[in-house]
């Protein structure tokens, strides 16, 4: 039937469909079902926004949430646009992200992920983080099979392939190649079903773009992570500290300022994951001192000193 | 540009001499139409006198079809088509039979398609039963279309044969249009709140 078969761009609800088909409501329960639909969509809309409250509250990063923020009105235009009968074409949405390790982008995919979901885009809007040993197999057709059972458990989400660069190298004999046959031909059949997303670090990638010209341009979204400031890499270890009821001891602040100010340089530099991977040691070793004291303040819990602080002097 | 209009109400309010006239009112010298039932499909071109004879006037209750008559209007105009969706009665019985089920789904399907949503209210109609569910209708249509983005409209059918006294609790009588699709009454108002400044229809020019 005309109707039927010529659906329109978003049909109404499946749910309310079947409920219809089977004769479980009336006339009336069924508009009013109808006038309850986008009370769900506000609901979804409150999850959009939530999701890019979420991401605001990162620190830095203005590139990436300059991207999100175009990203979500181009899609609730779009939305519009659709309900006035204009053309709107339905975007693919896979990314390459690049950027060093510990620059936030497993989070922005992660929030990514609720972002689509909230706008309707994605069913589950999960997140399935997978690297080369996750795709890889070791015979013929091992890899391919790998690879698709690591797709359908991303079906509705983001497969997110950390390191991605590695699955070009090993040259044309790798099974790295047909991991990423198979994640071409997944992201062109399943277009809407779920987004990929390519990462790894800055340089590699580039590289790796370059020897698979075809790839580039079927990632129509390549974001930026740069590394953070000294600023704003204190301003994430105090925000994690906070997370956990600790706090920097001015001493401490300056310590670690000038220690990340060394070592930002490096060519591992890990950005936030240091910071963290400090935090976390320097908690362990505030214990450590603590432990040896007879009575302890409310104080003397929260605060990391200069000396519990984890960085070692080269 | 099209413009999709979805043409809702119970049964005998006169939405197909309503789709037949305003389309006839907008210009329209043959009628193209695209309909679908329970039945199956059928489509044809038709002028409206021929449309009318055939799709009111025998008697035919066209009750459980979803029929889209397609209006083209001139280049220079907004909208250069208009689709206006006869769509299948609303039905206050339950429980809904197979046919009735199918027809409600088109029904649905055709409002969620649309821009804009017409409700018809038969002003000839005194059961009160008949306008308790008008308003029922009338408030789902009104939240969905709101939180749709959708227009939404109710016009009273059939004014030739209004008689004054239109009761409450028809919650929306003070923003209804009131026409009659014999006379013509009160389509260039409808067609002002539907189309905005479409320009004058071949009537006006005449
Ligand atoms: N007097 C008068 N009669 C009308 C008017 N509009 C429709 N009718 C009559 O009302 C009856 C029903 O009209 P239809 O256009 O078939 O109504 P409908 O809503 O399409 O009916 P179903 O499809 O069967 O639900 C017909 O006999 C029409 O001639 C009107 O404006 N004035
Ligand atoms: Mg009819």
Redesign the pocket.
Known sequence: MYLLSRQPPEPFDSHLWRKIERGELGTLEALQRMGGLRREGRQSDSAAAAALWELKQLVGLSEVKQVVEEIKAYIEIGAQRAAHHLKCEQLVWHMIFSGNPGTGKTTVARLLGKLFKGLGLLERGHLVEVERADLVGEYIGHTAQKTREQIQKAMGGVLFVDEAYSLGRGGEKDFGKEAIDVLVKAMEDHRHEFILILAGYRREMAAFLRLNPGLSSRFPIQIDFPDYSVVELLEIAEMMAQQRHYSLSPEARRRLQRYLAERKGDLNFSNARLVRNILEKSIRRQAVRLSKKERLTREELITIEEADLAVEER | MTLTIAVV?????????????FAEYLGARSLSYIECGSAGEGRGTLSPAAA?EM???R?????A?VRTFTVHLSPRQTWRRIALI?T??LVEKKPLTRAARTALLLTLQAIHSAAAVLQ?V?L?CHDPARREFDDAVWRHLADYCREQGKLFLTAG?????YDGSLQAPFASTEKMVF?????RAGFPRLQRCLLGAVGPSAQEMK
Do not use: E
């Open positions: 109400g119970a049964a005998r309010v006169g939405k197909t001499l309503f789709c037949i006239n009318r799709m009111v006037h008697g035919r209750r066209s009750g079809v006869d299948a009665s018809l038969d000839s059918s059939k004014a030739d044969l026409i009659s699709s014999l006379t």
